[in-house]
């Protein structure tokens, strides 16, 4: 099997294509500023934005990803990893697992900003 198919294969067993739209969806809602998801047109923006993903468009920017940074046994570890109980237990709980880490680090980020700023302030340095 070439390694291009393991990688489609791989994508298959985690469920790439079916999370295609959330994938975005969650990307979208991580990077938009709140003046854009206040916007009276974002909901419009979101629907339409939706309605053109193409979970195979999506697949083929994926996968030279996978390629370059997997060798082809790694992938086929990782095959045999997600289809056990704990791989797919982990498949359940990686966006959750994930939202919450984005909001840690995203509070960890605002913190040791918000007290350089307040120490810079002190020295009567501008920022922004």
Known sequence: ?????????LLEVIGT????????????????SPEA?????WDE????????INPDDMTGLIIPVYGHHLSYGD???LIRFYRTPIGQRFLKVLPALTEGL???GMEYG???GNAVIEEMEKEHLKFA
């Open 1 to 9: 099997m070439k390694k291009i198919d393991l990688i489609r294969q």
């Open 17 to 32: 294509r079916e999370k295609a739209r959330d994938i975005v969806l969650q990307t979208m809602e991580q990077v938009a």
């Open 37 to 41: 998801k206040g916007s009276a047109g």
């Open 45 to 52: 923006f979101k629907r339409r934005v939706l309605a053109r």
């Open 75 to 77: 992938i086929e570890e």
């Open 102 to 104: 984005v909001a840690a």
């Open 110 to 112: 605002h913190q040791v």
